[in-house]
């Protein structure tokens, strides 16, 4: 029997505008989100049995030398990346670890130090993980770059095409989580628009304006894990959050079905969620917050639906009727979601790690979703990245 995982301790840094924070290298990153989790815990470093570092833009080995920045202990360290999934991805090792038996302590990081402005790639000798994908989405929508757009945008007019979704259903997407993201001290953005700006500002990919697009990001956040056995000899149950669900799920045959949203990760997800809702015995209507991976507009709505939130093609009618918000049947998105938190790509994943712990302890201050904070309450994670992997985490206090 899989022996169970708990968060004890979270940290993060603000997420910044690339180069924004001058002689902010990944090390320092790591540093600060990574004593920031072990001080949450109340553990040194040095209790750490294995640590995962996520980081999708860097050397190999960049995971051992921001890890080093909180001590020198000779413990397996291991390198991440899964494209945007990364961060989650280090924390399903991490989890993976103590589950097994294998660790009672283990820590997760992720970082990134990014370029301003689209997302480029780094060889151009080899082909790209994403070029199956592209080629089959341009049999559909004429390409465009930057491809990470034109991938997004084309499943939202697809969307759009099929059920009837307005552009006005995806700004306001934007205008929500920019809205939430003021009372996150944490988030690169804190400018609340109205909707008439997001439907206003730059086309990067209609029906994608430039405010309903997640921006580059530099920053860290870090997750420390646990055992039952751990958790009790430290006394941290009363901060304790259980992993009571996790699942990764990598491309299927029907992401190729012909569909710009299959080949955006819809099928992913939905198996990702289908296995959460079987592992745990919960449904989406026992959920309370939730933290997921909208890059862009799109595709938190076609999240919404992947995800059992509401049937296909209904997620306009959840965003028309404030149903994802506050005083809404679920917070998505408090933080800000990547749209306006930021969106480093190795740290997203621990960063919506972190703010669902909060959230569950009651520690998000003026965004806090007064529901999560009891004892019954539920928080679901989504993260997905593109090549593909959806990480689908659920979490519920120890002391439940």
Same mark, same amino acid.
């Given at each position: 029997?899989?022996?169970?995982?708990?968060?004890? *301790?979270?940290?993060?840094?603000?997420?910044?505008?690339p180069g924004?924070?001058?002689?902010?290298?990944?090390?320092?990153?790591?540093?600060?989100?990574?004593s920031?989790?072990?001080?949450?815990?109340?553990?040194?470093?040095?209790?750490?049995?294995?640590a995962?570092?996520?980081?999708?833009y860097?050397?190999?080995?960049?995971?051992?030398?921001?890890?080093?920045? $909180?001590?020198?202990?000779?413990?397996?360290?291991?390198?991440?990346?899964?494209n945007?999934s990364?961060?989650?991805?280090a924390?399903y090792?991490?989890?993976?670890?103590?589950?097994?038996?294998?660790?009672?302590?283990?820590?997760?990081?992720?970082?990134?130090?990014?370029?301003?402005?689209?997302?480029?790639?780094?060889?151009?000798?080899?082909?790209?993980?994403?070029?199956?994908?592209?080629?089959?989405?341009?049999?559909?929508y004429?390409?465009?770059m930057?491809?990470?757009?034109?991938?997004?945008?084309?499943?939202g007019?697809?969307?759009?095409?099929?059920?009837?979704?307005?552009?006005?259903?995806f700004?306001?997407?934007?205008?929500?989580?920019?809205?939430?993201?003021?009372?996150?001290?944490?988030?690169?953005?804190?400018?609340?628009?109205?909707?008439?700006?997001?439907?206003?500002?730059?086309?990067?990919?209609?029906?994608?304006?430039?405010?309903?697009?997640?921006?580059?990001?530099?920053g860290?956040?870090?997750?420390?894990?646990?055992?039952?056995?751990?958790?009790?000899?430290?006394g $941290?149950?009363?901060?304790?959050?259980?992993?009571?669900?996790?699942?990764?799920?990598?491309?299927?045959?029907?992401?190729?079905?012909?569909?710009?949203?299959?080949?955006?990760?819809?099928?992913?997800?939905?198996?990702?969620?289908?296995?959460?809702?079987?592992?745990?015995? $919960?449904?989406?209507?026992?959920v309370?917050?939730?933290?997921?991976?909208d890059?862009?507009?799109?595709?938190?709505?076609?999240?919404y639906e992947?995800? *059992?939130?509401?049937?296909? *093609?209904?997620?306009?009618?959840?965003?028309?009727?404030?149903?994802?918000?506050?005083?809404?049947?679920w917070?998505?998105?408090?933080?800000?979601?990547?749209?306006?938190?930021?969106?480093?790509?190795?740290?997203?994943?621990?960063?919506?790690?972190?703010?669902?712990?909060?959230?569950?302890?009651?520690?998000?201050?003026?965004?806090?979703?007064?529901?999560a904070?009891?004892a019954?309450?539920?928080?679901?994670?989504?993260?997905?990245? $593109?090549?593909?992997?959806?990480?689908?985490?659920?979490?519920?206090?120890?002391n439940r």
């Amino acid at each position: 029997m899989a022996e169970k995982a708990y968060v004890v *301790g979270v940290g993060m840094t603000r997420f910044e505008k690339p180069g924004r924070r001058e002689g902010w290298d990944y090390p320092q990153m790591a540093r600060e989100s990574g004593s920031n989790a072990l001080a949450d815990a109340g553990i040194e470093y040095g209790e750490v049995q294995e640590a995962y570092v996520g980081y999708v833009y860097g050397e190999s080995t960049s995971g051992q030398r921001a890890v080093y920045e $909180l001590g020198l202990s000779g413990i397996p360290v291991v390198n991440v990346n899964n494209n945007c999934s990364t961060g989650s991805t280090a924390l399903y090792l991490a989890a993976q670890a103590i589950r097994g038996g294998l660790a009672d302590c283990t820590l997760a990081l992720g970082f990134e130090k990014m370029q301003p402005g689209s997302l480029t790639t780094s060889y151009s000798d080899r082909e790209q993980p994403l070029m199956k994908h592209l080629l089959a989405l341009a049999e559909i929508y004429e390409f465009a770059m930057p491809a990470a757009p034109y991938m997004f945008g084309a499943a939202g007019r697809e969307h759009m095409d099929r059920f009837g979704t307005t552009p006005e259903q995806f700004a306001k997407i934007g205008h929500k989580n920019h809205k939430h993201s003021v009372n996150n001290p944490y988030a690169q953005f804190q400018q609340e628009y109205t909707l008439d700006e997001i439907l206003g500002a730059p086309t990067i990919y209609a029906p994608l304006t430039k405010l309903q697009c997640s921006p580059t990001s530099d920053g860290s956040g870090a997750a420390v894990l646990a055992s039952e056995r751990f958790v009790e000899s430290h006394g $941290l149950a009363a901060q304790a959050v259980e992993i009571v669900g996790q699942t990764m799920v990598t491309d299927l045959e029907n992401t190729f079905d012909g569909s710009a949203a299959g080949l955006v990760g819809k099928y992913m997800t939905r198996a990702a969620a289908d296995n959460i809702w079987k592992q745990t015995g $919960l449904t989406p209507d026992d959920v309370d917050v939730i933290e997921l991976h909208d890059c862009f507009s799109s595709n938190e709505l076609l999240t919404y639906e992947a995800l *059992g939130l509401c049937a296909e *093609g209904d997620g306009g009618k959840l965003v028309d009727n404030g149903d994802t918000t506050y005083g809404g049947r679920w917070v998505v998105n408090p933080s800000g979601g990547l749209i306006s938190k930021g969106h480093p790509l190795g740290a997203t994943g621990l960063a919506q790690c972190a703010e669902l712990t909060w959230q569950l302890r009651g520690q998000a201050g003026p965004r806090q979703v007064e529901s999560a904070a009891r004892a019954s309450g539920v928080a679901l994670q989504h993260n997905i990245g $593109l090549g593909g992997a959806v990480v689908v985490t659920a979490y519920q206090p120890a002391n439940r």
